[in-house]
């Protein structure tokens, strides 16, 4: 058979860290592992309960979810934001927002109008993924170059992540207003991936979303939420967009027609979330407790922390090739993410996850502080 099917994607890159797990788990104390960001706290009794009452989930769910979520939605937004949007037309749920990251240039019809995706010099790969998936090319262009003059021509999606992965990197208002209004005048989609705006270290404001600078005019932008982090909720795949009615009505669409639903229950348990604010002021100290341990005894090592204004990561960097110190990490039974998976842009920076127990937190701490002696 001469058909060669599928897209032949690129290996998965987190494969590459197998070697240096092994080497991590040689350590006699255990591996501390700090490079993914998946969350290891419970989640939230209010949200268990709510799942378990909405068990008996025997009707399909719809795309668009039901008049209570879209309306704890747009309530979330008023409550972290002080941004209204419409309940009816401007919001949508999402089956995580990684799903919609990746299919978003597809959604758009990029490939059918010519359009590339541009998304920042240091990013979550996904952005390019989404892609490579659409058959479209992916141009990096950071908001600072943007406000330099960088031409948008022939870029029909561009994608901002504030506060940023894997930087921490948090866009000013006055920034993201200058971005939207010069992305308009080219005709280009904003979407901005705020999954980790909650989690600001630098003020006990949230950071700023994209719909907070609009003046209420959500023309050409899209702002993305996760429940992951703010909620402990990655295994709900919880996620949720908001912005142009337009551009919801054509998601909203096409999703019904690829049967993209988030579950009945799920639903019912994003509810139950997005109205209770003590978890997520809770969660956030847990961060911050570990945060505050985790960096001085990074800095002790050897590294530089660089941004990482707010998020779940640390941004380090030793001045030397990423794999460099993912290998001196390693020979102290710690596992970090490497810079590399991010881009050219960030080959010489490692990530550094808060998402690890209290007692995982602490043995990293000492192990650098002993190491740094």
């Not at 104390?29 to 993914?36: A, E, Q, R, Y």
């Not at 934001?81 to 299919?103: M, N, Q, R, Y």
């Not at 348990?269 to 001085?296: I, N, S, W």
């Amino acid at each position: 058979m001469d058909r060669r099917f599928g897209l032949d994607l690129p290996d998965y890159p987190w494969d590459k860290l197998t070697a240096y797990r092994a080497r991590a788990a040689e350590h006699p104390g255990g591996v501390c592992d700090l490079s993914i960001g998946t969350p290891v706290d419970p989640t939230p009794q209010v949200i268990e309960d709510a799942l378990a009452a909405a068990g008996d989930a025997h009707g399909y769910p719809t795309t668009t979810g039901t008049d209570e979520l879209r309306a704890a939605i747009a309530g979330w937004y008023d409550t972290w934001h002080g941004v209204t949007v419409d309940p009816a037309t401007e919001v949508l749920p999402t089956i995580g927002s990684k799903e919609f990251v990746a299919w978003l240039p597809t959604l758009l019809g990029l490939r059918q109008l010519s359009l590339s995706v541009a998304c920042p010099h240091a990013a979550y790969p996904t952005y390019e993924m989404g892609a490579t998936i659409a058959g479209v090319d992916c141009v990096r262009l950071d908001a600072a170059e943007i406000l330099a003059g960088a031409s948008l021509e022939a870029i029909g999606l561009l994608w901002l992540n504030t506060p940023g992965n894997p930087t921490g990197a948090v866009l000013d208002r006055d920034t993201l207003a200058e971005v939207v209004r010069r992305a308009r005048a080219a005709g280009v989609v904003v979407a901005s991936d705020e999954c980790y705006g909650l989690l600001n270290w630098v003020s006990d404001d949230p950071a700023p979303s994209v719909l907070s600078v609009t003046e209420g005019d959500h023309s050409g932008v899209l702002s993305v939420y996760s429940m992951s982090k703010q909620s402990n909720l990655a295994g709900y795949r919880a996620a949720f967009v908001a912005g142009d009615a337009e551009l919801i009505g054509d998601l909203t669409k096409t999703r019904k027609h690829a049967g993209m639903i988030v579950p009945a229950p799920i639903q019912a348990a994003m509810v139950a979330g997005l109205r209770d604010v003590d978890h997520v002021v809770e969660q956030k100290e847990r961060y911050r407790a570990r945060r505050d341990r985790l960096r001085p005894a990074l800095e002790s090592f050897g590294f530089r922390i660089d941004d990482s204004e707010a998020g779940l990561y640390l941004w380090a960097t030793a001045g030397v090739d990423c794999w460099e110190s993912i290998g001196a990490l390693a020979d102290l039974g710690i596992v970090a993410g490497p810079g590399a998976f991010y881009g050219d842009a960030a080959a010489s920076h490692v990530r550094i996850a808060l998402t690890a127990t209290d007692e995982r937190i602490d043995e990293a701490a000492q192990r650098l502080l002993a190491a740094a002696e």
